[in-house]
């Protein structure tokens, strides 16, 4: 199988949450938004619980079902894109970053640094 699938479907999904992520940021209230509640609390708290996401994410990898992996993937995506946000990093900053590094494997940039 291939890791990509349907290039336009994940990035109308990821557009679709960063635009979530910004107006529930912009007008969301804590009350009745998850996003709204956690981007409240700063980035120590968004930071917490991507850490924790990412954890079950790695337990899931190590001891669960493909649908399990699939929605702690999920999880773990919408936490990060929290965090990105409370951060002041958009996913332009991210996409930037990817494509700097096309086209160099990551044994020659291992290679390449210094310390
Ligand atoms: N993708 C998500 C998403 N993934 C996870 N979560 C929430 O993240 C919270 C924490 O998830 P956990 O699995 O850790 O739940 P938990 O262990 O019971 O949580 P705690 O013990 O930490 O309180 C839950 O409330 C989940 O519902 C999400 N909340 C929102 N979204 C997206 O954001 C949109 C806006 O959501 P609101 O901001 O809540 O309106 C939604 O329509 C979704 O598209």
């Known amino acids: 199988m291939s890791i990509l699938g349907s290039a336009d479907r994940l990035a109308e999904a990821l557009a679709h949450l960063g635009m979530t992520i910004d107006t529930r940021a912009e007008t969301g209230d804590a009350s009745s938004s998850w996003t709204a509640k956690l981007l409240s609390k700063g980035v120590g708290a968004c930071a917490d619980k991507a850490e ?10 190590r001891e669960e079902s493909d649908d399990r992996v699939a929605s702690e993937a999920a999880d773990m995506l919408y936490h990060a894109l929290v965090a990105l946000r409370v951060r002041g990093v958009s996913l332009d900053d991210v996409a930037a970053a990817l494509e700097k590094r096309q086209g160099t494997s990551g044994i020659a940039e291992k290679a ?4």
């Open 52 to 61: 924790e996401e990412a954890g079950e994410f790695i337990q899931a990898l």
């Open 112 to 115: 390449s640094r210094k310390d």
